[in-house]
């Protein structure tokens, strides 16, 4: 999901006087995380001085500028525990080498909204693009990973304590920006002739015209020359590993990076494509949607989490456009037939235990005589596809459309697969798109957002107060609903906020910000939600009245979010970092991503936000 954001300017809530490095050039042999760290009288930080490889330097000596704290060194680091107010430079020495960081020491009981708790500045010439927060495994000491990128070189990932100390840094050779987060694919089709494949061809529309439409199969715009790759997406393992989704000029690649060490444990690389998104078991497997060019297909995967081999693979039906007497002089030569993958949602695990996603399967054909329609036939239908742990699958089909009659081909209406999420009482919940193309009569087309609650025994359907769920009807989206308390849905198509009540069945408030997008950002307790729009985060509760975190304030660029920022001790206002991304953490606290140059440094940071 999507959906956070963060980058900060290292010195502005630390020093206090216009923009400064908190962490001195030094030597490149030696750095100190974390860059900045701030924190109460009588509370405690951890630092570790880092060499060139990027790992932690055991016998580094430690000193601080002023004594507002007492330094302990321990397993190479150092632990410092809070005396006084004040401001100090900590400086690590090794061998011929010596860096620093800034420490901020405040009174009080609490630290206040706004403030940095630690921050870490990227490696020189990169930027942080993203933060990935480990899931929690016994022998791995990672709370999350940060991902640095240029134009000129590969990613960077660089391993953390939730201290903000490093723990090491690899080196991968995808190539990752902003801008490759974003690339998506053509659909792929073939075309065949009396079932000779002919051309490449995304889709095909048998209305009156009998169109055949889309580009070809080639490798997209934006994607790299053969034997590289790009870094798509990427999410934590169940194993505390980070799990990485790289595309190639032909084909797609699914990467672990262990936790231990940044090594490659396995990589599935695909005969095709694979999706943007995908669930991790709780046996730690990872279900996938893979698409092959060649036949055309499509398909569910799991993956074992520790080897990335092919446990199981469920196909998925084909969609197809036929126009039977294609050739009106040609008795022979007269089939013509699209063939393409059927769409599919984006997948999740269910407290069950079990994968889930939904696929999209479009079948149409119309028979000519003499160049004059005789008949049609239209069947297009959504279906739930339920992958046990021991890859057992059961299709279940939740909406179905068909209609076939005599004469031209009539447009119909259509449906589009989306996300689906649990819906807190054992089933789950299935977005999906309704289209209804108007009508010769003068009906005018219109689309709806549609939401299915499905169990084991039931479903029902509603439509909620949105057009669409996403600008694009096919998208692939994943982070547009929440579950929060008391059976609370949280939906958003970007433009307005939903309150949905699942267990009623019903609609309770819709909000509509007059400008930006609506970022969902977690479920908050008591039936609220919180969300990020126009450079703020803010608070819903269950009643739906809205509360502004003040800590956070809207910048020059629209589509950060600000974090204002005072001096330490006499609360004089700073310039507001701008922030390209955060997430939750715990307790008041996020991570989040500071924007890259005009608008930042490209850092990374723990802030209170609370």
């Not at 609490?110 to 630690?118: E, I, Q, V």
Request: hydrophobic share 40%; net charge negative; aromatic share 8%.
């Amino acid at each position: 999901m999507m959906a956070g954001l963060l980058r900060f300017f290292i010195i502005y809530a630390v020093l206090g006087s216009g923009f400064a490095a908190a962490q001195s050039a030094g030597a490149p042999g030696l750095i100190v995380t974390p860059s900045t760290v701030t924190f109460l009288i009588d509370d405690t930080a951890s630092l570790t001085a880092i060499d060139s490889s990027g790992r932690p330097v055991q016998a580094a000596q430690w000193s601080l500028s002023a004594p507002i704290a007492e330094l302990r060194t321990e397993y190479g680091g150092v632990l410092l525990q809070g005396r006084h107010p004040g401001r100090a430079i900590v400086t690590a020495t090794a061998g011929n080498f010596s860096a620093t960081a800034t420490v901020t020491i405040v009174a009080g009981t609490r630290l206040p909204a706004g403030t940095l708790r630690w921050s870490v500045e990227p490696t020189p010439g990169f930027e942080t693009l993203l933060v990935q927060q480990a899931a929690g495994a016994a022998d791995s000491q990672v709370d999350f990973y940060s991902i640095e990128w240029k134009k000129s070189s590969g990613a960077i990932v660089r391993a953390f304590r939730i201290s903000g100390e490093q723990l090491w840094m690899t080196r991968i050779s995808s190539l990752a920006s902003p801008d490759t987060l974003k690339q998506t694919m053509p659909e792929i089709g073939q075309l065949y002739l009396n079932k000779t494949r002919i051309n490449d061809s995304s889709q095909m529309l048998i209305g009156e015209n009998r169109v055949f439409v889309g580009g070809t199969n080639g490798p997209a715009a934006g994607l790299p020359i053969d034997g590289k790759n790009i870094l798509l997406r990427r999410c934590g393992g169940s194993l505390g590993d980070l799990v990485l989704l790289e595309r190639g000029r032909f084909r797609d690649s699914l990467v672990s990076l262990s936790a231990a060490d940044g090594s490659e444990v396995w990589r599935f690389q695909s005969d095709g494509r694979l999706a943007k998104d995908w669930t991790i078991n709780l046996q730690g497997d990872v279900g996938i949607v893979e698409t092959i060019t060649n036949p055309v297909s499509s398909s569910f995967l799991v993956l074992s989490g520790t080897t990335g081999g092919v446990r199981y693979r469920i196909p998925f039906p084909e969609s197809s456009s036929t126009i039977n007497g294609f050739r009106c002089q040609d008795p022979i030569r007269n089939v013509l037939k699209n063939i393409r993958p059927s769409r599919a949602g984006s997948v999740f695990t269910n407290t069950d235990g079990n994968m889930y996603v939904q696929v999209e399967t479009f079948v149409e054909s119309v028979d000519l005589e003499a160049c004059k329609s005789k008949q049609f036939s239209f069947d297009n239908s959504l279906a739930l596809l339920r992958v046990s742990p021991d890859g057992e699958a059961e299709w279940k089909t939740f909406q179905h459309i068909h209609s076939d009659g005599y004469g031209d081909f009539v447009v119909q209406s259509r449906v589009f697969a989306g996300e689906t999420i649990p819906d807190g009482l054992g089933g789950v919940l299935a977005a999906w798109t309704y289209s209804f193309p108007g009508t010769k009569a003068g009906g005018k087309p219109y689309f709806e957002a549609r939401l299915s609650r499905i169990s084991e025994k039931d479903q029902t359907d509603f439509t909620l107060p949105m057009p669409t769920w996403t600008p694009g009807i096919s998208s692939l989206f994943d982070e547009n609903m929440v579950l929060g308390d008391g059976h609370s849905l949280f939906a958003t198509n970007k433009k307005m906020l939903v309150r949905f009540d699942v267990e009623a069945g019903e609609v309770n408030w819709v909000r509509q910000p007059p400008t930006g997008e609506v970022d969902l950002q977690f479920a908050a307790g008591g039936g609220g939600v919180v969300v990020s729009n126009a450079g703020r985060v803010m608070h819903f509760d269950v009643s739906g009245n809205g509360q502004i975190f003040p800590s956070t304030v809207q910048v020059s660029n629209p589509n950060d979010i600000g974090l204002a920022q005072l001096d330490a001790f006499d609360h004089t206002p700073l310039p507001p970092m701008q922030l390209r991304s955060v997430q939750f953490y715990n307790a008041g606290t996020f991570l989040g991503v500071e924007d890259g140059a005009p608008d930042g440094r490209g850092s990374f940071a723990l802030i209170q936000l609370q």
